[in-house]
């Protein structure tokens, strides 16, 4: 199945997937845009926002966007986990458990420093990295 694609003013890739003839689709393409058809077109639709338009291939994955969005997704698993051990230290200060309270704010600090794990540069190994620590 042929797709269409072009860039956006941002430069990140649109893609249009006829449901009929591709000459007629082409008409969507804004005006004065260059577009691509392409045969195949491999996607991961998790990551579509890391993708920019080529004119070689279609679309191609633009690494450092692709790094924003899975840590993006490090700060979605570990909100609900900060929020639990905010919780708790308010029940250590409550409590006057200061020893509680300097193990709750390591916790906290480790879920904080977690973005900053290096990440390798291809999307593969990118999604393949999850840290036990949101788990």
Known sequence: MPFITYPQESGQVAVIIPTGDVADCIKDVPANTFYKIVESLDIDDSYFNAYDYSEETG?????????????????????PKLSSLDVQFMKAVEQGDSVKQAEISASKQAL???????????LPEIKAVWPDILN
């Open 112 to 122: 904080r420093d977690v973005t900053q794990t290096p990440l390798p540069n291809t």
């Open 59 to 79: 679309a191609e994955v633009n690494i450092d966007k692709a790094k924003a969005i899975h840590l993006n997704k490090w700060r979605a698993a570990r909100a």
